[in-house]
């Protein structure tokens, strides 16, 4: 699956250099763009196409660049691991991120990446793919009953993203 990623141009905003690089390494399939600010994450945004965003929330202004990326038509991926928070993932959905995953998991980003691309190409709503996939994190991180708080946006991105066990199966 991970194939989708061969030669796809890929920006990467993080303040740590060091996750710039091994983001780098991991994609090293793709094209990739890294930005350590605000500022020049804007500008590459501005300028060149790209297939997908990997950014990081604190330090970049990440919010703010997922605003951006959205009006270009770029799918965002937020990485974080200062800002790892049930209020955060819920505040990125609704931000249009299409997916968040913790730095915890930064070793599997090119499954969550090529997840992003293939709902993409599929044309298909169910991008929740991501989130079966990292529920038990979030359930053994945030505690139980931790959707409680935000349990009308829950409800809501179950009955329009949440996938099956079989639907996983099948993108696999």
């Known amino acids: 699956m991970e194939e989708i990623l061969n030669g796809k141009k890929i920006l990467v905003v993080d303040d740590e250099p060091d996750i710039l690089e091994t983001l780098k390494e991991i994609l090293d399939m793709c094209l990739i763009d890294t930005a350590p600010d605000f500022e020049t994450a804007e500008k590459f945004l501005n300028t060149n196409p790209y297939d997908v965003a990997v950014l990081d929330i604190m330090g970049v202004r990440g919010y703010d660049l997922l605003e951006l990326a959205n009006r270009k038509g770029i799918p965002a991926l937020m990485l974080t691991a200062h800002a790892l928070s049930a209020d955060n993932l819920v505040r990125s959905i609704k931000g249009g991120a299409q997916s968040y995953v913790p730095k915890d998991k930064i070793s599997d980003i090119t499954t969550y990446l090529s997840d992003i691309l293939v709902a993409r190409d599929k044309e ?25 708080e935000h349990e009308e946006f829950w409800k809501d991105f179950d009955k329009t993203y949440q996938v099956s066990k079989e639907e996983i199966e099948k993108i696999m």
């Open 124 to 148: 298909t709503e169910k991008r929740g793919t991501w989130f079966a996939r990292l529920k038990p994190f979030f359930d053994k991180k945030f505690g139980t009953g931790w959707r409680k």
